[in-house]
């Protein structure tokens, strides 16, 4: 942009208006965490989903087993269960037993503090409560999301695109609204990395007797840098399409060809997810 510094303040307007050109993103100042970046939408969404968070550490003798379940129930439910592993509390802080891996985010700490979670294995489905806290036991889980896929009303779909820039993922978003929505929605766009190797204590019988796994695989993990409670829409009308972007900082330590996103929308209200999907980086 040209930058004229000899005018006089009666011509000022007329010079600026005659020789300034703005270019699309030297005014359009986008909220944190969207970008200008696109990149095309290549998963599209015709059902609903439910999110199954697993909340999980390296010390926890019977997480194994939680984790070997959401494997099978993943395979089950296939793209209608969205799995997320979250690392937090006593049992995932790091140590030298474990060559200091720590698989811990500011999010994940936050929300295990929220959703009032405090033994492990533990989930949490779609954010619903669960008496006095969002936690569901690992033999319920089955059950819970079978019927929340019966009953739960599908109004949105989320409809993604994602693919590597540098050092970030853009993630590109079209969330289609199926009714009237009359409450706040919020989005956020986390990633997921899969095959991270480490020790893990244990007590399932499928691994042995062995009371440590030494290489063990850990799967769908959350991972920081992401994107969470960004402002999605105050309401929705039935049948509209709001299209956002999407930037995610990528961590040098995580390999990327490992990763997802993951993307939920929550009620603004009651935390509640309403829909939710994943998709691999292109």
């Not at 439910?50 to 395979?75: F, H, I, R």
């Not at 990633?191 to 244990?202: D, K, L, P, R, Y």
């Not at 993307?263 to 994943?278: H, K, L, M, P, R």
């Amino acid at each position: 942009m040209k930058i004229f510094r000899y005018i006089t303040l009666t011509l000022l307007p007329v010079m600026f208006l005659a020789c300034d050109n703005f270019e699309e993103n030297e005014y359009i100042i986008y909220p944190e965490g969207e970008t200008a970046e696109t990149t095309p939408i290549t998963k599209t969404q015709d059902y609903q989903t439910v999110m199954l968070e697993d909340y999980t550490g390296w010390k926890c003798t019977n997480c194994p087993a939680a984790a070997s379940l959401l494997s099978d129930l993943q395979s089950k439910y296939g793209e209608k269960l969205i799995a997320m592993s979250v690392h937090a509390g006593w049992f995932a802080t790091p140590a030298d037993a474990n060559n200091n891996l720590d698989l811990r985010t500011a999010y994940g700490e936050k929300w295990n503090t929220e959703f009032g979670l405090s033994a492990y294995p533990i989930g949490v489905i779609n954010r619903l409560n669960n008496g006095s806290s969002k936690g569901v036991q690992k033999d319920d889980w089955d059950n819970r999301i079978n019927t929340l896929l019966s009953t739960t009303k599908h109004t949105l779909n989320i409809n993604l695109g994602a693919t590597k820039k540098d050092n970030q993922f853009i993630v590109s978003t079209q969330v289609q609204s199926l009714e009237d929505i009359d409450f706040t929605t919020l989005i956020s766009v986390v990633v997921v990395e899969s095959g991270i190797h480490g020790i893990q204590h244990n007590s399932d019988a499928a691994y042995g007797t062995t009371p440590e796994i030494e290489d063990y695989t850990f799967n769908h993990v959350l991972r920081s840098n992401g994107r969470i409670d960004l402002l999605l829409k105050n309401a929705m009308h039935k049948d509209e399409t709001i299209a956002k972007n999407y930037s995610v900082n990528i961590d040098p330590s995580w390999k990327t060809e490992n990763c997802k996103i993951v993307v939920f929308i929550t009620n603004a209200s009651t935390g509640e997810i309403i829909q939710s999907n994943e998709i691999e980086i292109k």
